[in-house]
């Protein structure tokens, strides 16, 4: 037993060790869609979840650090016009759901390490910036929202060409959140959970994909 003991306080030194070493992180973000319309101003939010683990360099071309993102797009109900979708990918990178984190909130140029990041981060308790240019998320519609190969882009300049006249995109704006992670996307796209991750036509592969979506444009986390 008095074996067992050194072993396991051996153990919890090592493990904290390791943490203090490569520490991680996990932060929330939500991210607001305002769109004006002429019957008033529309809006949809979600908070989406970023985690950051670091670790040792294992290969000279292996990067220090793993970044994971949990949540959803952003859904706006602009009632008989339709519904927008902001997904968790951009047209600059299909990484945007923790990139519009990271761009919108960079680290001072003094952080020049991963776990410089991590500790920088997670000292972080508000902020909110609004995303213009290339950090927009990639804006989409379904022409029949249970057919996910309807999919349409949107285009963030020009919202009336898609829902109408007087609709225009108002603003899309991130901050720092302590609120839980949004789920509940699957309420209003019924095929999202069937689909399994795949893409949106249902196959494996991107070839012949609509737009090259899949399911995690949509949601990532404990359901995909």
Same mark, same amino acid.
């Given at each position: 037993m008095k074996i067992l003991g %050194? %072993?396991?306080?051996?153990?919890?030194?090592?493990?904290?060790?390791?943490?203090?070493k490569y520490p991680s992180g996990t932060w929330h973000y939500k991210m607001t869609l305002a769109v004006q319309t002429p019957e008033g101003m529309k809006t949809g939010s979600v908070v989406r979840e970023?985690?950051?683990?670091?670790?040792p360099k294992t290969l000279p071309d292996a990067g220090t650090s793993y970044l994971a993102v949990k949540g959803e797009a952003v859904v706006v109900d602009l009632?008989?016009?339709g519904v927008i979708f902001a997904l968790l990918r951009s047209d600059k990178t299909v990484d945007h759901g923790y990139y519009a984190f990271l761009d919108s909130f960079p680290t001072p140029k003094s952080v020049d390490s991963s776990v410089g990041v991590v500790k920088y981060y997670n000292s972080l308790?508000?902020?909110?910036?609004?995303m213009t240019g290339d950090n927009l998320p990639m804006l989409v519609r379904f022409k029949d929202i249970n057919d996910p190969k309807s999919v349409e882009r949107v285009d963030p300049s020009n919202l009336a060409a898609t829902y109408g006249e007087g609709v225009s995109l108002k603003s899309?704006?991130?901050?720092i959140a302590d609120e839980p992670v949004t789920t509940g996307i699957e309420k209003v796209l019924g095929w999202l959970i069937p689909l399994k991750g795949r893409y949106l036509h249902g196959e494996h592969t991107s070839r012949g994909a609509p737009l090259g979506l899949y399911?995690? /444009?949509?949601?990532?986390? /404990?359901n995909q």
């Open positions: %050194i %072993i396991g306080i051996i153990i919890v030194a090592v493990v904290g060790l390791w943490m203090w970023v985690y950051m683990q670091t670790g009632g008989q016009r308790k508000t902020g909110k910036a609004e899309v704006t991130i901050e399911g995690g /444009d949509f949601q990532k986390g /404990d």
